[in-house]
Nanobody
Framework: QVQLVESGGGLVQAGGSLRLSCAASGRTFIYSVMGWFRQAPGKEREFVAS????????NYADSVKGRFSISRDNAKNTVYLQMNSLKPEDTAVYYC??????????????WGQGTQVTVSS
């Protein structure tokens, strides 16, 4: 059974940082694109970032470029999202996604349960 478990969310003041982790189990994802999405209250889920199999290529939503950084450790079957200079509008539930077919906001076959990130002003 495939599981994606996110961690690292919490409450932080504007301008602060958080690092999210997503640990995968049940199968390896070292051959697939991984990504992060988020959903704020009353809004649709939106793409945040994705990373290629090797980690050599990444892409980001315009709203987080220059502030967020996605990375992966294939030996640990884990993907990370480093979030710096956080803003109140970054408040959302953040979801890890696995087994994407290509970089970007496209189809992913597996999803985590989400971790809450709240940024206070």
């Amino acid at each position: 059974q495939v599981q994606l478990v996110e961690s690292g969310g919490g409450l932080v003041q504007a301008g602060g940082s958080l690092r999210l982790s997503c640990a995968a189990s049940g199968r390896t994802f070292i051959y697939s694109v991984m990504g992060w999405f988020r959903q704020a209250p009353g809004k649709e889920r939106e793409f945040v970032a994705s990373i290629s199999r090797s980690g050599g290529s990444t892409n980001y939503a315009d709203s987080v470029k220059g502030r967020f950084s996605i990375s992966r450790d294939n030996a640990k079957n884990t993907v990370y999202l480093q979030m710096n200079s956080l803003k109140p509008e970054d408040t959302a539930v953040y979801y890890c996604a696995a087994d994407g077919k290509r970089l970007g906001p496209y189809q992913y076959d597996y999803w985590g349960q989400g971790t809450q990130v709240t940024v206070s002003s």
